[in-house]
Nanobody
Framework: QVQLVETGGGLVQSGDSLRLSCAASGRTFSNYAMGWFRQAPGKEREFVAAITWGGSNTDYADSVKGRFTISRDNAKKTVYLQMNSLKPEDTAVYYC????????????????WGQGTQVTVSS
C-alpha cells in the first residue's frame, strides 16, 4: 500500500508559478513510476506529466511542455511538479499517482492516487 498526499495548490494569477509536492508513505517509493494528472470541472481527468522510478525519463502533455517540470527525490519519497507561466486553463484539481509499471504512463491505470490539490489561476 502507498499513501500519497499532495500539497502546494492555491490561487495565483496568470503568469505566476507554483510548486506542487506529493509525499508518499508505505511501500518503497523508488519502486514506482509517478504521474501528475489534473481534472477541471466538467472535464475528464487528464495526464499532465510522469517520471520513471529512477527519474531518468520524463513525459509531458503537450499543453504543459516547456512550462511544467516533474522531478522526484526518492530519499524524501516526494515527487514535485514545478509549474511556471500558469494560465487560466491550468485551473484544476491536481492529483499525483503511483504506478508499479513504467509502461504507458499517460493512462489512468495507476495503482495509487492522492486526494488532489486545487490550483486556480485567475486572468
Amino acid at each position: 500500500q502507498v499513501q500519497l498526499v499532495e500539497t502546494g495548490g492555491g490561487l495565483v494569477q496568470s503568469g505566476d508559478s507554483l510548486r506542487l509536492s506529493c509525499a508518499a508513505s508505505g511501500r518503497t517509493f523508488s519502486n514506482y513510476a509517478m504521474g501528475w494528472f489534473r481534472q477541471a470541472p466538467g472535464k475528464e481527468r487528464e495526464f499532465v506529466a510522469a517520471i520513471t522510478w529512477g527519474g531518468s525519463n520524463t513525459d509531458y502533455a503537450d499543453s504543459v511542455k516547456g512550462r511544467f517540470t516533474i522531478s522526484r527525490d526518492n530519499a524524501k519519497k516526494t515527487v514535485y511538479l514545478q509549474m511556471n507561466s500558469l494560465k487560466p486553463e491550468d485551473t484544476a484539481v491536481y492529483y499525483c499517482a503511483a504506478k508499479s509499471s513504467s509502461f504507458y504512463l499517460r493512462g489512468l491505470n495507476y495503482d495509487y492516487w492522492g486526494q488532489g490539490t486545487q490550483v486556480t489561476v485567475s486572468s
